[in-house]
C-alpha cells in the first residue's frame, strides 16, 4: 500500500485547509485510514482514522470540532478538512493505514504503512 499526502501550506490563524491523502495497491474493506501529525520538536501524533469501508471515524480530543476525516472510495482518497486553524496546528501531517480498526489508542506504533507528510504552517 503506498500512500500520497499533499494539500498542506501556509495559511492564517482561522483559514480552512483540505489535505488528500491518495492511496494505491491493494487494501480491503477492513482497512483503517488515518491522520497523525507531528509539530516541531514534538512526538507524532494521532489526528484521527477512519475505516476504509461503513462510516466508523473518531477524531482526536484536540481536532475534535474543527477537522473532519472523510473518503472517497471511487478515487482512493482519504481527506482532513481543517477548519479554524490555529498556530498549534503547525505540522507535517501524514496519512497512515492500518490493515484493520483498532479499538485501543491510536499511535504510531499500531500502523502499517505510512506515507510522506505534507507540511501545514499557521501564521499570522
Known amino acids: 500500500v503506498q500512500l500520497q499526502a499533499s494539500g498542506g501550506g501556509l495559511v492564517q490563524p482561522g483559514d480552512s485547509l483540505r489535505l488528500s491523502c491518495a492511496v494505491s495497491?491493494?487494501?480491503?474493506?477492513?482497512?483503517?485510514m488515518t491522520w497523525f501529525r507531528q509539530a516541531p520538536g514534538k512526538e507524532r501524533e494521532f489526528v484521527a482514522a477512519i475505516k476504509w469501508s461503513g462510516g466508523s471515524r473518531l477524531h482526536a480530543d484536540s481536532v475534535k470540532g474543527r477537522f473532519t476525516i472523510s473518503k472517497d472510495n471511487a478515487k482512493n482518497t482519504v481527506f482532513l478538512q481543517m477548519n479554524s486553524l490555529k498556530p498549534e496546528d503547525t505540522a507535517v501531517y501524514y496519512c497512515?493505514?492500518?490493515?484493520?480498526?483498532?479499538?485501543?489508542?491510536?499511535?504510531?506504533?499500531?500502523?502499517?504503512?505510512w506515507g510522506k507528510g505534507t507540511l501545514v504552517t499557521v501564521s499570522s
Open positions: 495497491g491493494r487494501t480491503s474493506s477492513s482497512y483503517a
Open positions: 497512515a493505514a492500518r490493515t484493520s480498526w483498532y479499538a485501543g489508542t491510536w499511535s504510531v506504533g499500531v500502523m502499517d504503512y
